[in-house]
């Protein structure tokens, strides 16, 4: 098979972490990559230019400055998978964006998307690793010397072959790697060192580990053990406040700066208990090191040597309306927990062109207990006796809260933008009312808030109604009506208002928002519940790793919902 591989710099979102159950093993498959390249654009208008890498495995792959264009002449938003019949051959392109980088992969023949795409997302990590976050299309430039080695181990001859990061750095030359480093602080380093030979090629070490995912002789001051457990909010509520759908996609983010080989263990719990758990954890996925008949053992226990440094350790999704599904659990959709509840209401004001959005922020106490707040110490802590420490599980902290209300595109702009608290800013281009409440309102005492907006349509109609030289073709002039006293007069105008009123909150009507979403981030609490018990080092089972030595470990909570809830009206 052929399969090319293309980036290039463009403006839009990017994938937060690495996902998929596919180790080393899993990605080796009997086709095979072909090509890979880095071009550039200019960011919104996406005016092409020329690639600014290229690296070829095998074949003769479509050239990215061909396959480019094809693919910016769709229309946004592009799919990941986009197919051109009317190439020769016939192709298909994958796509991942990151960090202003479009990264486009393209087979000629058949091929399983989520190996391109795994494939893709380990090209985007490895890069950040060796050249550093952000990933810029100027470092890759200046890098092109490092850029080329990962790409040539990453895969051979066409076929993947090694994509982890610390086995990488085993086979990879880096200039001036130490250089680089001593410079940041001020200091120079001799051309006749040792360390900065680079005349010398890199040999593995004798003592390389058969664990590709860490490297080797792995020395640190201080040890310490990170778990940060990150959900992300997906809910969709009827009008009436009723869940329709509630989903928390989470993964557990784990730092280990441990010296020598250490074995670990990282147990979880549920609300429900730790024999459940398995119940509630839906499609989890891991890193290789995991060792997988632990966990089908004893669900709920993450057994693992860990690469040095941060990665992700597993992924999962939890339903929060496990009733909905028939599925067993403590959560239900009637005690779903939401750091804020939405209400909207529409055709308000004697015109019926008035909205309002109630927000009301919940005082929410996480499930995480604080009984292990004496194992772990970081997020755990308190600033003192008796007053937990805001962020931690026994303190959740609400923060960077945005109300997000798109509007109808007949809406030309709002005449009046009234937030109880807060700033409210409304973007006539995009059409999007945002309403933006500071952290300190959120921990203060007042837990509702309100904005109220008046919405204003096309001029067409307002031109009908008015006309300047006093005459219009819809109205009857007619002079042989009898004449009226003024209060008959007085009478019939309450009539005429409320036909006139009636007709305007029927114009109004399509005016009005037809959904409004919350973003927010709730650090020390998290939406399913669930919650690290411990982080255990095996000492028989560990190597080098000293006697005496016990490592910091500490966890973190966070949630996070990036327009996730969303009212609809």
Same mark, same amino acid.
């Given at each position: 098979?052929?399969?090319?591989?293309?980036?290039?710099?463009h403006?839009?979102?990017?994938?937060?972490?690495?996902?998929?159950?596919v180790?080393?093993?899993?990605?080796?498959?009997?086709?095979?990559?072909?090509?890979?390249?880095?071009?550039?654009?200019?960011?919104v208008?996406?005016?092409?230019?020329?690639?600014?890498?290229?690296?070829?495995?095998?074949?003769?792959?479509?050239?990215?400055?061909?396959?480019?264009?094809?693919?910016?002449?769709?229309?946004?938003?592009?799919?990941n998978?986009?197919?051109?019949?009317?190439?020769?051959?016939?192709?298909l392109?994958?796509?991942?964006?990151?960090?202003?980088?479009?990264f486009?992969?393209?087979?000629?023949?058949?091929?399983?998307?989520?190996?391109?795409?795994?494939f893709?997302?380990?090209?985007?990590?490895?890069?950040?690793?060796?050249?550093?976050?952000?990933?810029?299309?100027?470092?890759?430039?200046?890098?092109?010397?490092?850029?080329?080695?990962?790409?040539?181990?990453?895969?051979?001859?066409?076929?993947?072959?090694?994509?982890?990061?610390n086995?990488?750095?085993?086979?990879?030359?880096?200039?001036?790697?130490?250089?680089?480093?001593?410079?940041?602080?001020?200091?120079?380093?001799?051309?006749?060192?040792?360390?900065?030979?680079?005349?010398?090629?890199?040999?593995?070490?004798?003592?390389?580990?058969?664990?590709?995912?860490?490297?080797?002789?792995?020395?640190?001051?201080?040890?310490?053990?990170?778990?940060d457990?990150?959900?992300?909010l997906?809910?969709?509520?009827?009008?009436?406040?009723?869940?329709?759908?509630?989903?928390?996609?989470?993964?557990?983010?784990?730092?280990?700066?441990?010296?020598?080989?250490p074995?670990?263990?990282?147990?979880?719990?549920?609300?429900?208990?730790?024999?459940?758990i398995?119940g509630?954890?839906?499609?989890?996925?891991?890193?290789?090191?995991?060792?997988?008949?632990?966990?089908?053992?004893?669900?709920?226990?993450?057994?693992?040597?860990?690469?040095?440094?941060?990665?992700?350790?597993?992924?999962?999704?939890?339903?929060?309306?496990?009733?909905?599904?028939?599925?067993?659990?403590?959560?239900?959709a009637?005690?779903?927990?939401?750091?804020?509840?939405?209400?909207?209401?529409?055709?308000?004001?004697?015109?019926?062109?008035?909205?309002?959005?109630?927000?009301?922020? $919940? =005082? @929410? !106490?996480?499930?995480? /207990?604080? +009984?292990? %707040?004496?194992?772990?110490?970081?997020?755990?802590? *308190? #600033?003192?006796?008796?007053?937990?420490?805001?962020?931690?599980?026994?303190?959740?902290?609400?923060?960077?809260?945005?109300?997000?209300?798109?509007?109808?595109?007949?809406?030309?702009?709002?005449?009046?933008?009234?937030?109880?608290?807060?700033?409210?800013?409304?973007?006539?281009?995009?059409?999007?009312?945002?309403?933006?409440?500071?952290?300190?309102?959120?921990?203060?005492?007042?837990?509702?808030?309100?904005?109220?907006?008046?919405?204003?349509?096309?001029?067409?109609?307002?031109?009908?109604?008015?006309?300047?030289?006093?005459?219009?073709?819809?109205?009857?002039?007619?002079?042989?009506?009898?004449?009226?006293?003024?209060?008959?007069?007085?009478?019939?105008?309450?009539?005429?208002?409320?036909?006139?009123?009636?007709k305007?909150?029927?114009? $109004? =009507? @399509? !005016?009005?928002?037809? /959904?409004? +979403?919350? %973003?927010?981030?709730?650090?020390?609490?998290?939406? *399913? #519940?669930?919650?690290?018990?411990?982080?255990?080092?095996?000492?028989?089972?560990?190597?080098?790793?000293?006697?005496?030595?016990?490592?910091?470990?500490?966890?973190?909570?966070?949630?996070v919902?990036?327009?996730?809830?969303?009212?609809?009206?």
């Amino acid at each position: 098979m052929k399969l090319p591989c293309f980036a290039s710099a463009h403006a839009g979102p990017a994938p937060s972490y690495l996902t998929g159950r596919v180790g080393d093993e899993h990605l080796e498959a009997p086709n095979k990559l072909q090509a890979v390249a880095v071009a550039k654009m200019n960011g919104v208008i996406e005016a092409p230019r020329s690639p600014i890498l290229s690296h070829t495995y095998t074949g003769r792959p479509l050239s990215g400055t061909h396959v480019l264009p094809l693919y910016l002449e769709h229309p946004t938003p592009r799919p990941n998978l986009i197919y051109l019949p009317n190439t020769s051959p016939a192709t298909l392109v994958f796509s991942l964006t990151h960090a202003n980088l479009l990264f486009l992969a393209t087979s000629s023949t058949e091929i399983e998307p989520l190996l391109v795409l795994e494939f893709l997302h380990r090209v985007i990590d490895t890069f950040e690793d060796f050249i550093g976050a952000p990933l810029l299309a100027v470092k890759i430039e200046n890098n092109y010397d490092v850029v080329a080695q990962l790409l040539t181990e990453m895969c051979d001859a066409g076929t993947i072959s090694t994509t982890e990061p610390n086995a990488l750095r085993e086979n990879v030359e880096i200039e001036g790697w130490m250089g680089k480093l001593l410079g940041s602080i001020n200091l120079k380093t001799p051309l006749g060192s040792n360390f900065s030979n680079t005349n010398t090629p890199a040999l593995p070490a004798p003592n390389t580990p058969a664990l590709p995912w860490r490297r080797a002789n792995v020395r640190h001051t201080s040890n310490e053990m990170y778990a940060d457990v990150i959900e992300t909010l997906s809910v969709t509520l009827a009008p009436s406040g009723r869940p329709l759908a509630a989903f928390a996609n989470g993964s557990i983010a784990f730092t280990a700066k441990v010296t020598g080989v250490p074995d670990i263990t990282l147990t979880l719990s549920s609300p429900s208990g730790k024999h459940n758990i398995g119940g509630i954890m839906e499609l989890p996925v891991f890193h290789p090191c995991v060792r997988l008949n632990r966990w089908k053992e004893r669900p709920g226990e993450l057994s693992f040597i860990p690469p040095d440094g941060r990665f992700i350790l597993a992924g999962y999704e939890v339903d929060l309306l496990p009733f909905t599904s028939g599925k067993s659990g403590s959560l239900s959709a009637n005690n779903l927990k939401l750091p804020v509840n939405l209400e909207m209401k529409t055709g308000l004001g004697p015109a019926g062109s008035e909205f309002e959005v109630r927000l009301q922020v $919940n =005082k @929410i !106490l996480g499930s995480q /207990s604080s +009984s292990g %707040s004496s194992q772990f110490g970081r997020g755990i802590g *308190s #600033g003192r006796v008796g007053s937990p420490h805001p962020g931690s599980p026994a303190s959740p902290l609400l923060e960077e809260l945005t109300i997000t209300i798109p509007l109808p595109e007949d809406v030309r702009n709002l005449s009046d933008i009234r937030p109880s608290r807060g700033d409210a800013s409304f973007n006539p281009g995009e059409r999007v009312l945002e309403w933006h409440v500071p952290t300190k309102e959120l921990s203060g005492p007042t837990t509702h808030f309100g904005l109220r907006c008046t919405v204003v349509g096309s001029l067409v109609d307002e031109a009908n109604e008015f006309d300047p030289s006093g005459f219009a073709f819809n109205n009857d002039y007619s002079y042989n009506e009898p004449y009226q006293s003024a209060t008959a007069k007085t009478e019939s105008k309450p009539d005429n208002s409320n036909e006139q009123d009636a007709k305007k909150v029927a114009q $109004n =009507k @399509i !005016l009005m928002p037809s /959904s409004v +979403s919350a %973003s927010f981030t709730v650090k020390g609490w998290l939406a *399913s #519940g669930l919650k690290v018990d411990s982080i255990l080092i095996d000492t028989r089972k560990s190597r080098g790793l000293g006697e005496g030595i016990k490592p910091y470990k500490g966890v973190k909570y966070l949630t996070v919902s990036k327009g996730g809830v969303e009212l609809r009206c």
